[in-house]
Structure formats: C-alpha cells, structure tokens
T-cell receptor, first 114, second 113 residues
Framework: DGGITQSPKYLFRKEGQNVTLSCEQN?????MYWYRQDPGQGLRLIYY???????QKGDIAEGYSVSREKKESFPLTVTSAQKNPTAFYLC???FGTGPTYEQYFGPGTRLTVT | GENVEQHPSTLSVQEGDSAVIKCTYS??????FPWYKQELGKGPQLIID?????GEKKDQRIAVTLNKTAKHFSLHITETQPEDSAVYFC????????????FGKGITLSVRP
C-alpha cells in the first residue's frame, strides 16, 4: 500500500528542546516537501528537496533543518531557535518539482511546545 | 512573489445546493491552479486542477473555472453532500521546474443535512 507516513501524529515537547518529525514515502518520488499549517492560514513551505542529498529553503526555513540521506525519507528538525513551533506539520512528495507533478500529502504531525 | 487570496473563510450550504469558492491570484505568469480538500485530521488531497490554457474543467460534481483576465479561479461543487464538508485550499504556481505552490488560507465548507 503506497503512501506517505508521518509519525507520530501528536508530539509534545518542552520549550528549548529540538524535536525531529519523521516523513517516509514509498511512492518512489524524487521530490519531498515540508509545510507548516497554522489555524486560518494556508500551507507555508519550510523546506523542499528535489533529489537525495540536496534540499532548498522555502519561505519560512528559519529555525528548522532537514536532511535527505535516502530517497524515501525527509526528516524535519524543529530547533529551539524556532520562535513559535506549535503548529500542524505536513510532509508531501511528488515525482518532480514544478506544476507538472501532483503533490501527495501525508496525514500530518501536530506539534505542541510548552 | 505570488499572492493567493481566498474569501470568505467559511461557507455553509444546505445539502443538495451548490457551493462556489473563489480565489484570486496576483501574478499573471501563474499557469497552474490546483484545488485541495483537507478533511479533519488528515493531509490535503488534490481534487481538481486547471492550467491556464483552458477556461473550465469538470470532474463529476466538481468543476473549476479560470478567468485569466481578472486573475481569479473558482471551485464549483454541485449537489453538495455532507461528506463534502472539509477545508478547501486553492493554490497557484508559475511555470518552471523549480516553481512552488502558493496556497490560499483555506475555506471551511459546511454542508448542512
């Protein structure tokens, strides 16, 4: 059963701690993305990766870091430098970047930092 | 950069009625306009999209229209059903392999039984 897996569904952390969100896909997609969703807001792009070992900053990359060591995996680390980390985080993937390719989204991880 | 506006933020319709959701975009170079549906607790899912070389596209009960002159595009849902209740996002993208989607803020559609 192909798809995108994000774990865990809910994550709680204390302020000042780094936390890593998992994203795995078995769709054989080259491109992967991380978005942040806040109440009443659209999806804002944090980072994206077009191929393994390469990634680019999106619109709101400050306070976040990523790695792309494997095609299937694109973990996102929310660092203590992120001023307002509580949000719903969505991972997506596609065969390529650009408007030719549909983005498929995972179920999301809701992060709460107190 | 591109800016996508989506109004209103909520819409309530009676089951069986039609629903129309409108988005405007700022950059006339944008040429791809997808619509995503997000059900509660889930990730968004593409439901229909349109490219700038066509004015309308239909898929069963849903359709999307594009007005390039006015820079707006709309999602039309006919014969609404309770399962259509969700958050709907519009987005826009410019041409090019490195272009990215710019999303609107989303509209919550409620279909009253």
């Amino acid at each position: 059963d192909g798809g995108i897996t994000q774990s865990p569904k809910y994550l709680f952390r204390k302020e000042g701690q780094n936390v890593t969100l998992s994203c795995e896909q078995n769709l054989n997609h080259d491109a992967m993305y991380w978005y942040r969703q806040d109440p009443g807001q659209g999806l804002r792009l944090i980072y994206y990766s077009q191929i393994v070992n390469d990634f680019q900053k999106g619109d709101i990359a400050e306070g976040y870091s990523v790695s792309r060591e494997k095609k299937e995996s694109f973990p996102l680390t929310v660092t203590s430098a992120q001023k307002n980390p509580t949000a719903f985080y969505l991972c997506a993937s596609s065969f390529g970047t650009g408007p030719t390719y549909e983005q498929y989204f995972g179920p999301g991880t809701r992060l709460t930092v107190t | 950069g591109e800016n996508v506006e989506q109004h209103p933020s909520t819409l309530s319709v009676q089951e069986g009625d039609s629903a129309v959701i409108k988005c405007t975009y700022s950059d006339s170079a944008s040429n791809y306009f997808p619509w995503y549906k997000q059900e509660l607790g889930k990730g968004p899912q593409l439901i229909i999209d349109i490219r700038s070389n066509v004015g309308e596209k239909k898929d069963q009960r849903i359709a999307v229209t594009l007005n390039k002159t006015a820079k707006h595009f709309s999602l039309h849902i006919t014969e609404t059903q309770p399962e259509d209740s969700a958050v709907y996002f519009c987005a826009a993208s410019m041409p090019g392999a490195n272009s990215k989607l710019t999303f609107g803020k989303g509209i919550t559609l409620s279909v009253r039984p």
